[in-house]
Nanobody
Framework: QVQLVENGGGLVQTGGSLRLSCASR????????MGWFRQAPGKQREFVAA???????NYADSVKGRFTISRDNAKNTVYLQMNSLKPEDTAVYYC?????????????????WGQGTQVTVSS
């Protein structure tokens, strides 16, 4: 089993920055891709970004140029640096992990999920 523990959410003003982290514990050698999804109130969960163990990345169009995903394989941790935040970025952000290769954008393609961390951007 794999456990994902997120940290770093909070309240920030428009234009501000936050850095999320997600530490993976358990059978971590089996993980290939790690990523982030988010879910705003009344909306479906949506893909934000993902990174493979080899460093390939994929981003949602809405966050390209503002968010950066990175990964420290030695620490089994993935990060999401969020800059130039907007009120529409407000959501619960979920860390996720996938055993198979590939930076999939569908939530069904991921095998493990964290509990989520709230990010609120005030206008």
């Amino acid at each position: 089993q794999v456990q994902l523990v997120e940290n770093g959410g909070g309240l920030v003003q428009t234009g501000g920055s936050l850095r999320l982290s997600c530490a993976s514990r358990g059978i971590i050698f089996s993980i290939n891709t790690m990523g982030w999804f988010r879910q705003a109130p009344g909306k479906q969960r949506e893909f934000v970004a993902a990174i493979t163990s080899g460093g390939s990345t994929n981003y949602a169009d809405s966050v390209k140029g503002r968010f950066t995903i990175s990964r420290d394989n030695a620490k089994n941790t993935v990060y999401l640096q969020m800059n130039s935040l907007k009120p529409e970025d407000t959501a619960v952000y979920y860390c996720t992990a996938r055993l198979r290769v590939g930076v999939a954008v569908e939530s069904q393609a991921y095998d493990y999920w964290g509990q989520g961390t709230q990010v609120t951007v005030s206008s």
